[in-house]
Structures are given as structure tokens and as C-alpha cells.
């Protein structure tokens, strides 16, 4: 079995303004700023691993700044999946659809023959979403959206299928699962891929504690996703 | 006569496809992959050709609609 560890600091790392060369690209008052961590290769960040199983685009963005984000731009194919750990994302696509999503919901956007998005941080208080792009099962399907809300407290200390077939509340169009775990105590929770021909990544994240001299320990989470 | 093949840009998912080639770029349907200038883009968001990648993936029922 092949394994790797990526560690945070070795992600590419992108920042783009809302002025300049990059206004149509990014969206906000002026000022605003995106920030973005890429696991693996994608635009001027081309040093590291080309993807994982289906899995083609990680990140970790940071919308700061009133309205950032991307403006309106056209997809075909690729599913992509947005979770927002903080702050509230506006999206917008050519479906149809505009929605407030916000910490804890995410959603699987497939682009298939054809679709255009929009995600902005309307609010402007710091939005925090990663997004994975995932090859899709074929091309150009019909475009869809499904979007839910992953409720942590309830899911608290338990490995939550997020997307994927049986048991996943949102199916996608790939054979991939997302799953999340939120726990605060230590424990041993087992990731059981469907076969030996499928691959685990897994995201560790140690959520920060927000109040400075506190005592108790911060909760830690961990995201599994499969292929 | 080697088949076909299919390449999706990485940077939005245009699909590429040498049996369809680009005929509004110039490109006729049959157009290898080769033969497309190294200084290409996608037409839909700039990415350049070189960071296009293969896939074998089928199309979906009813695709592609010529």
C-alpha cells in the first residue's frame, strides 16, 4: 500500500486581490483578499501531487473583505463540492440557484455539460470553505446542485458520511464518499474503504480555541474523504 | 487508425475531444491532440494546454449532442 503525508505547510499557497490584474477573477470591495491552500496542483501552483483517485483540486480558501470571492465563471464536468467551516458563502449558478451556505453546510455542484457559478462572501466577516473538485463518473451530465447542512453537535464524536452512495446524504456522481468526524475526546474510530482497489485521504484540522486562557481542550476535527 | 482520445482541462473541465475536434477554433472534427498548438488555452478560462489532462471517461447518455 502506498501512503504519503502531505503536512499544512507544504500546500501550494495563493493570494489574489479584488484590484489589479485579477479584479474580474475576484470579486469584493476593493481590497478584499482570497487566500488559498492547495493540497494538490492547480493553476500557478504546479510543484506538488497532481490529485488523489478521482480527486483533482483541495483547497482551503479564506474570503476576507466585503463581497470576495469569484466572480460568475463556467465549469463543464468537474463535481465540485464546497464545505464552509466559518463564515456564510453566497452562491449563485446558472441553475438557478442562490444560496446562503453557511458553517457546517456544504454542497456538490456538478457542472457536467455545462454550468457557471459564483461564490461570494457577501457578509465580509472571514469565510472559511475548502473545496474538492472530483473527476466525474461521465461527461457532460446533466448539471445539478444539492446542498444540506452537517450537523456537528449531533454527529459529535461519530464518522458522518457527507457525500457518496449508500449511505451518504448527498449523492454524487463518482464513486467517491466524503465523511467528517468532530470529536473532542480521544478515540479510536475506524475508516473502512469499500475495497482494497479504493484509496483513504484523510484531512486532519485542529480547530484553534477561540478564547484565549481557556482550559479545556479545543475540539480537534478529521475529515476522511474516499475513492 | 488509433482511437480517439479525451482531454479536460484542469483548471474548469472543458472537454477536448479529437473526434470533435473545435471546428469554431479552426480545429475540425478529427483534430489530434498533437496538432494543437502548444500555445492553445482553454477557450473558457485561459489554462494552458499543457495542464490538460486525458481522462477515459464514457459520456453520458445522449452526449455528446452534435
Given at each position: 500500500m502506498q501512503s504519503f503525508v502531505l503536512r499544512a505547510a507544504d500546500r501550494g499557497y495563493g493570494r489574489y486581490v479584488s484590484t489589479g490584474p485579477t479584479s474580474s477573477y475576484i470579486s469584493g470591495h476593493p481590497e478584499s483578499v482570497l487566500t488559498r491552500h492547495s493540497s494538490f496542483n492547480f493553476h500557478e501552483y504546479q510543484e506538488g501531487r497532481a490529485g488523489f483517485g478521482r480527486i483533482r483540486v483541495f483547497g482551503e480558501e479564506i474570503f476576507s473583505?466585503?463581497?470576495?470571492g469569484y466572480n460568475m465563471h463556467p465549469h463543464h464536468n468537474f463535481i465540485i463540492c464546497a464545505f464552509v467551516l466559518r463564515g456564510c458563502l453566497t452562491h449563485i449558478n446558472t441553475l438557478g440557484k442562490v444560496d446562503e451556505v453557511k458553517a457546517g453546510d456544504y454542497y456538490v455542484f456538478s457542472a457536467?455539460?455545462?454550468g457557471k457559478h459564483a461564490e461570494l462572501?457577501?457578509?465580509?466577516?472571514?469565510?472559511?470553505?475548502i473545496y474538492i473538485w472530483f473527476l466525474p463518473g461521465k461527461l457532460l451530465l446533466p448539471p445539478s446542485y444539492r446542498r444540506t447542512h452537517f450537523d456537528a453537535a449531533a454527529s459529535r464524536n461519530r464518522l458522518a458520511r457527507l457525500v457518496g452512495a449508500p449511505d451518504g446524504v448527498l449523492p454524487i456522481d463518482q464513486d467517491v464518499r466524503?465523511?467528517?468526524?468532530?470529536t473532542d475526546v480521544a478515540g479510536t474510530h475506524v475508516y473502512r474503504p469499500r475495497s482494497?482497489?479504493?484509496?483513504?485521504?484523510?484531512?486532519?484540522h485542529r480547530r484553534r480555541c477561540p478564547l484565549r486562557g481557556r482550559v479545556s481542550r479545543p475540539p480537534g476535527q478529521h475529515g476522511a474523504v474516499g475513492h | 487508425m488509433e482511437p480517439f482520445k479525451r482531454f479536460l482541462c484542469l483548471g474548469c473541465g472543458f472537454l477536448y475531444d479529437e473526434a470533435l475536434g473545435l471546428p469554431e477554433q479552426g480545429f475540425p472534427p478529427g483534430t489530434?491532440?498533437?496538432?494543437i498548438p502548444d500555445d492553445w488555452v482553454c477557450p473558457d478560462c485561459g489554462t494552458p494546454k499543457r495542464l490538460f489532462e486525458m481522462v477515459e471517461i464514457e459520456y453520458a447518455p445522449g452526449q455528446p449532442v452534435a
Amino acid at each position: 500500500m502506498q501512503s504519503f503525508v502531505l503536512r499544512a505547510a507544504d500546500r501550494g499557497y495563493g493570494r489574489y486581490v479584488s484590484t489589479g490584474p485579477t479584479s474580474s477573477y475576484i470579486s469584493g470591495h476593493p481590497e478584499s483578499v482570497l487566500t488559498r491552500h492547495s493540497s494538490f496542483n492547480f493553476h500557478e501552483y504546479q510543484e506538488g501531487r497532481a490529485g488523489f483517485g478521482r480527486i483533482r483540486v483541495f483547497g482551503e480558501e479564506i474570503f476576507s473583505g466585503l463581497g470576495c470571492g469569484y466572480n460568475m465563471h463556467p465549469h463543464h464536468n468537474f463535481i465540485i463540492c464546497a464545505f464552509v467551516l466559518r463564515g456564510c458563502l453566497t452562491h449563485i449558478n446558472t441553475l438557478g440557484k442562490v444560496d446562503e451556505v453557511k458553517a457546517g453546510d456544504y454542497y456538490v455542484f456538478s457542472a457536467g455539460s455545462g454550468g457557471k457559478h459564483a461564490e461570494l462572501n457577501i457578509a465580509g466577516e472571514d469565510l472559511r470553505v475548502i473545496y474538492i473538485w472530483f473527476l466525474p463518473g461521465k461527461l457532460l451530465l446533466p448539471p445539478s446542485y444539492r446542498r444540506t447542512h452537517f450537523d456537528a453537535a449531533a454527529s459529535r464524536n461519530r464518522l458522518a458520511r457527507l457525500v457518496g452512495a449508500p449511505d451518504g446524504v448527498l449523492p454524487i456522481d463518482q464513486d467517491v464518499r466524503v465523511s467528517r468526524l468532530v470529536t473532542d475526546v480521544a478515540g479510536t474510530h475506524v475508516y473502512r474503504p469499500r475495497s482494497g482497489a479504493h484509496g483513504t485521504l484523510c484531512l486532519r484540522h485542529r480547530r484553534r480555541c477561540p478564547l484565549r486562557g481557556r482550559v479545556s481542550r479545543p475540539p480537534g476535527q478529521h475529515g476522511a474523504v474516499g475513492h | 487508425m488509433e482511437p480517439f482520445k479525451r482531454f479536460l482541462c484542469l483548471g474548469c473541465g472543458f472537454l477536448y475531444d479529437e473526434a470533435l475536434g473545435l471546428p469554431e477554433q479552426g480545429f475540425p472534427p478529427g483534430t489530434r491532440w498533437a496538432d494543437i498548438p502548444d500555445d492553445w488555452v482553454c477557450p473558457d478560462c485561459g489554462t494552458p494546454k499543457r495542464l490538460f489532462e486525458m481522462v477515459e471517461i464514457e459520456y453520458a447518455p445522449g452526449q455528446p449532442v452534435a
